[in-house]
């Protein structure tokens, strides 16, 4: 089982590029997640998804999108990437909202 | 909506002592879910242990358990035999059991150093 898996692991770009992070999980989870992690600090949810064709927005959704058009796949678009997204990027998913949730291995993300 | 407070930012135990991280939570509702997710160097989230909240027994998972005060709304992290691979930040989180809604909320995390 590849579980959750990321990519890039890392990716510098100019301000006002934009870029998509690929998160995909195997384990036929119905629940997927995006968060960032800034410098010393906890998570901060940007995005979930329930399910195939279901999204709703986290704590800091400004300047991202995201879509769930297959159970495996939630990308997370950047659009007009600003220096305050700089952050490490976490997906995430689980098979129900209660339950242990499974981690990719993040993305650093620096805009300069 | 829910808030998550972890009020010690840096912590630092002798190897083989217990050391107790804690954390507090702020929620109108009754029925939700607690957690402790471990971060090394590694940069990799690791599931500590996970609580229930309709249940009163506190969890625990081998050198690892909690302190639930459910009417305190305290979810306190005892590590005992502390050892060196125990060196991470350590999250507190809670999520809602309201279906479509159990979104996860991290607190601002602990660091934990174990010194030899």
């Known amino acids: 089982n590849a579980g959750v898996t990321q990519t890039p692991k890392f990716r510098i770009l100019k301000i006002g590029q934009s870029m998509t992070l690929q998160c995909a999980q195997d384990?036929?989870?119905?629940?997927m997640y995006w968060y960032r992690q800034d410098p010393g600090m906890g998570l901060k949810l940007i995005y979930y998804?329930?399910?195939?064709?279901?999204?709703d927005k986290g704590e800091v959704p400004n300047g991202y999108n995201v879509s769930r058009s297959t159970t495996e796949d939630f990308p997370l678009r950047l659009e007009l990437a600003a220096p305050s997204q700089t952050s490490v990027y976490f997906c995430?998913?689980?098979?129900?909202?209660?339950?242990?949730?499974?981690f990719g291995s993040g993305t650093q993300l620096s805009v300069l | 909506a829910q808030t998550v407070t972890q009020s010690q930012p840096e912590m630092s135990v002798q190897e083989a002592e217990t050391v107790t991280l804690s954390c507090t939570y702020d929620?109108?509702?009754?029925?939700?879910?607690l957690f402790w997710y471990k971060q090394p160097p590694s940069r990799q989230m690791i599931l500590v242990i996970r609580?229930?909240?309709?249940?009163?027994q506190n969890a625990t998972e081998n050198r690892f358990s909690v302190n639930f005060q459910k009417a305190a709304k305290s979810f306190s992290l005892k590590i005992s035999d502390s050892q060196l691979g125990d060196t991470a930040m350590y999250f507190c989180?809670?999520?809602?059991?309201?279906?479509?809604?159990?979104?996860?909320?991290f607190g601002t995390g602990t660091r934990l150093t174990i010194i030899p």
């Open positions: 995430a998913s689980s098979y129900w909202g209660g339950e242990k949730l499974f």
């Open positions: 384990m036929n989870h119905n629940y």
């Open positions: 998804s329930v399910g195939a064709g279901i999204t």
């Open positions: 929620t109108s509702e009754n029925n939700y879910y």
């Open positions: 609580q229930e909240a309709y249940k009163q």
């Open positions: 989180a809670f999520a809602l059991s309201n279906f479509g809604n159990e979104k996860l909320t």
